[in-house]
């Protein structure tokens, strides 16, 4: 699975910002697809997930009912809309895929940068 993360940029808090994650090479219908961050200094932490057949979601703490991950099948792209974007949000994200039976993902796209300022 090719992963092309897209959609990161400079925003002022409060702001919004839509990532992107088209998918190629496999077909998705037996993976989790997940948003991941790394901060300056700090490890990768998992942000959001989504499962592809059920489209079952599930968010780390810090950003739930502030950002949502959906995916478009006909797309073979997930999204992440992040709204109420904080300081504290500014990361690389990536985009991951995995199998969605050991949700271990094996797949990482190449991260996209959100900056958000204060």
């Known amino acids: 699975v090719q992963l092309q993360a897209s959609g990161g940029g400079l925003v002022q808090a409060g702001g919004s910002l839509r990532l992107s994650c088209a998918a190629s090479?496999?077909?998705?219908?037996?993976?989790?697809m997940g948003w991941f961050r790394q901060a300056p200094g700090k490890e990768r932490e998992f942000v959001a997930r989504?499962?592809?057949?059920?489209?079952?979601?599930a968010y780390a703490d810090s950003v739930k009912g502030r950002f949502t991950i959906s995916r478009d099948s006909a797309k073979s792209t997930v999204y992440l809309q992040m709204n109420s974007l904080k300081p504290e949000d500014t990361a690389i994200y990536y985009c991951a895929a995995g199998s969605k039976y050991s949700q271990v993902y094996s797949y990482w796209g190449q991260g996209t940068l959100v900056t958000v300022s204060s």
């Open positions: 090479g496999r077909t998705l219908s037996n993976f989790v």
């Open positions: 989504i499962i592809w057949s059920s489209g079952g979601t």
